[in-house]
Nanobody, 127 residues
Framework: QVQLVESGGGLVQAGGSLRLSCADS????????VGWFRQAPGKERQFVAA????????RYAESVKGRFTISRDNPKSTVYPQMNSLKPEDTAVYFC????????????????????WGQGTQVTVSS
């Protein structure tokens, strides 16, 4: 059973940084591609970043490239998106998702390809 738990959200001023975490207690998590998505009020959920099971391949939304970095620590079964230079438009609920299938780079941003989802953590960036 995969149970994803996000943490690290909060309130930060524009230009600041936050590091989110997505953790799972099971070993299966380490064999999964993990993606992060976000949903702002009144908007559809959108892709943010993803990392493959090895941690070698990553993919980012254009809106966060150069500001966000996703990495994973498999011994800790945790994935971290480091978010720098935050903007008010980054305000959203951030969700992590995971799946054990093999992803092509183009599919890492597809929500429907992820079977497991966390409950989300709120990130608020004030101007």
């Amino acid at each position: 059973q995969v149970q994803l738990v996000e943490s690290g959200g909060g309130l930060v001023q524009a230009g600041g940084s936050l590091r989110l975490s997505c953790a799972d207690s099971g070993r299966a998590f380490n064999a999964m591609t993990v993606g992060w998505f976000r949903q702002a009020p009144g908007k559809e959920r959108q892709f943010v970043a993803a990392v493959t099971r090895s941690g070698i391949a990553t993919r980012y939304a254009e809106s966060v490239k150069g500001r966000f970095t996703i990495s994973r620590d498999n011994p800790k079964s945790t994935v971290y998106p480091q978010m720098n230079s935050l903007k008010p438009e980054d305000t959203a609920v951030y969700f992590c998702a995971a799946d054990g299938k093999t992803f092509y780079s183009s599919s890492m941003s597809t929500q429907a390809d992820y079977d497991y989802w966390g409950q989300g953590t709120q990130v608020t960036v004030s101007s």
